[in-house]
């Protein structure tokens, strides 16, 4: 496991999610001798190209079939392989659903699939590209393990647990560069602990992949107003932090869930579902995209101020909801 300084934290950061992954399996392939990586055309944008010109005999150029892609994997993998799989997210959860579910899941292959681009990252190329239903997908799947860092460090620190994970794995990534720092010092994850960012009293707020740090703005305002938010990062949305979201709920008047994804079906589903099979009472409060085709082309940034995942659009949104609690 390689350990970080600040200033390589803040590097990796500048750089991106496309970049820190590409970084992290060179490293990876470096230790581990069975780590196949494969590509579906996509070698520059997920950065595995350094991985290809280095270990020429563990990378597999599929071209624009990622069906194939992930079923040459899960073969791969029963031969005793840890293979990873790398494409835009909405491309492998859509196109390649049934060779996830029945090729790589159903015999539990040792397959990473990692989804880049997730959410409104794609923001000028539309509807077809932007990858707003993979997590309801990917959750619904059994065997398969949904992860969704916030920053560079905790994507860096969980490449390296899924890749001693022995079975199959989600990796959700958003897009660009300059990704705001969550850790600003080196530690480690845990696949299915959440981490706590902040203490609160009044209200959790539940996030994931870049809306952590608007979570964290919104409480930073928040508190102004005297109210106080614990402030949660889900990285791990299946199996979902059952204790984190029970001791949430007994502890806080409200819970929210914020998300760059469809309501339907994504992180603020799992937390509902946790909330209603142990009989809690606690309110929730869903913030996430509207469950319809979004049809706008725009920048990234740009498209998550319309829809409203920016802090200051959070912040109305629970203010209202804490109203509807009295």
């Given at each position: 496991?390689?350990?970080?300084?600040?200033?390589?934290?803040?590097?990796?950061n500048?750089?991106?999610?496309?970049?820190?992954?590409?970084?992290?399996?060179?490293e990876?392939?470096?230790?581990?001798?069975?780590?196949?990586?494969?590509?579906?055309?996509?070698?520059?944008?997920?950065?595995?190209?350094?991985?290809?010109?280095?270990?020429?005999?563990?990378?597999?150029?599929?071209?624009?079939?990622?069906?194939?892609?992930?079923?040459?994997?899960?073969?791969?993998?029963l031969?005793?392989?840890?293979?990873?799989?790398?494409?835009?997210?909405?491309?492998?959860?859509?196109?390649?659903?049934?060779?996830?579910?029945?090729?790589?899941?159903y015999?539990?292959?040792?397959?990473?699939?990692?989804?880049?681009?997730?959410?409104?990252?794609?923001?000028?190329?539309?509807?077809?590209?932007y990858?707003?239903?993979?997590?309801?997908?990917?959750?619904?799947?059994?065997?398969?393990?949904?992860?969704?860092?916030?920053?560079?460090?905790?994507?860096?620190?969980?490449?390296?647990?899924?890749?001693?994970?022995?079975?199959?794995?989600?990796?959700?990534?958003?897009?660009?560069?300059?990704?705001?720092v969550?850790?600003?010092?080196?530690?480690?994850?845990?696949?299915?602990?959440?981490?706590?960012?902040?203490?609160?009293?009044?209200?959790?707020?539940?996030?994931?992949?870049?809306?952590?740090?608007?979570?964290?703005?919104?409480?930073?305002?928040?508190?102004?107003?005297?109210?106080?938010?614990?402030v949660?990062?889900?990285?791990?949305?299946?199996?979902?932090?059952?204790?984190?979201?029970?001791?949430?709920?007994?502890?806080?008047?409200?819970?929210?869930?914020?998300?760059e994804?469809?309501?339907?079906?994504?992180?603020?589903?799992a937390?509902?579902?946790?909330?209603?099979?142990?009989?809690?009472?606690?309110?929730?409060?869903?913030?996430?995209?509207?469950?319809?085709?979004?049809?706008k082309?725009?920048?990234?940034?740009?498209l998550?101020?319309?829809?409203?995942?920016?802090?200051?659009?959070?912040?109305?949104?629970?203010i209202?909801?804490?109203?509807?609690?009295?």
């Amino acid at each position: 496991m390689i350990k970080y300084r600040k200033d390589e934290i803040e590097e990796l950061n500048r750089t991106g999610f496309r970049d820190t992954f590409g970084k992290g399996i060179l490293e990876i392939g470096e230790v581990d001798p069975d780590v196949i990586v494969l590509a579906a055309d996509l070698s520059d944008a997920t950065r595995v190209t350094k991985f290809s010109e280095s270990f020429t005999d563990r990378y597999v150029q599929l071209g624009i079939a990622e069906q194939n892609m992930l079923s040459v994997a899960s073969g791969l993998s029963l031969s005793g392989k840890t293979c990873f799989c790398g494409s835009f997210a909405t491309f492998l959860t859509l196109r390649g659903c049934e060779q996830i579910r029945n090729d790589i899941c159903y015999q539990n292959c040792n397959v990473k699939i990692v989804g880049i681009d997730s959410g409104l990252a794609n923001g000028f190329l539309g509807v077809t590209h932007y990858g707003l239903e993979d997590i309801a997908i990917a959750r619904s799947i059994p065997n398969l393990l949904v992860l969704s860092p916030s920053d560079c460090l905790s994507l860096a620190k969980l490449l390296w647990e899924i890749a001693r994970y022995k079975g199959p794995v989600y990796l959700r990534l958003s897009g660009g560069k300059s990704i705001p720092v969550i850790y600003k010092e080196d530690r480690e994850f845990k696949i299915g602990e959440s981490v706590v960012l902040e203490e609160g009293k009044d209200i959790s707020i539940f996030a994931t992949g870049l809306m952590v740090s608007e979570a964290l703005k919104a409480a930073s305002i928040l508190k102004k107003d005297r109210i106080y938010s614990k402030v949660i990062d889900v990285h791990t949305i299946k199996p979902i932090d059952t204790k984190a979201i029970i001791v949430a709920a007994k502890e806080t008047e409200l819970i929210v869930a914020v998300e760059e994804h469809n309501l339907t079906g994504g992180l603020g589903s799992a937390i509902a579902e946790v909330i209603a099979d142990h009989g809690l009472s606690s309110r929730l409060l869903r913030i996430g995209l509207p469950d319809k085709f979004i049809h706008k082309y725009n920048s990234h940034k740009a498209l998550l101020e319309k829809y409203g995942l920016v802090s200051k659009n959070i912040v109305k949104k629970i203010i209202e909801g804490l109203r509807k609690c009295y």
